[in-house]
């Protein structure tokens, strides 16, 4: 039995246009490519066919991940999550301690996470350490650098 996966719809989406692109141009490239290398002869020296064997490999495992996750995804709806602590699909802004500037994050799950774009996963120690939290309160995180401390300033 796999875990749940954490999406939002905008993350739903984007791993069903992955996967569609996987079954329906990916898919059937490989397997044109394969073919033709068959054709080729002597499978045992053929550098195409095991190089499209080996991607081959990799696209199916990828298929059945996808639809592993989309079969136990958890929608994380817009507006859906609790205001008063920090829960998946909180948008949080923390003011880190001896800064000045906030950031806002929103908590997803760890097959949407994109710290880049705003976006961190639950499972991520600054994820983890906001989990239930309140506004006003403080979070020590544990970064190769040291520890660093947050304040949460607003949960939307």
Known sequence: MQAKVYLTPEGVEKL?????????????ELAARLRH????GDLSENA????AKEEQGFVEG??????GMLLDAVILEEGAAPTDEVGLGSRVTVVEEGEDYPETFMIVGA????P?????????????????RKVGQRVAVEAPGGELVFRITAIE
């Not at 246009?17 to 990916?26: A, P, S, Y």
């Not at 880049?116 to 239930?132: D, R, T, V």
């Open 16 to 28: 069903r246009q992955e996967l569609d692109r996987l079954i329906k141009v990916k898919r059937p």
């Open 37 to 40: 290398a068959i054709q080729q």
């Open 48 to 51: 195409d066919y095991q190089t």
């Open 62 to 67: 990828r298929i059945q991940e996808l639809q």
């Open 111 to 114: 097959a949407e996470a994109d």
């Open 116 to 132: 880049g774009n705003g976006k961190i996963s639950n499972e991520s120690p600054l994820g983890q350490s906001l989990l239930g």
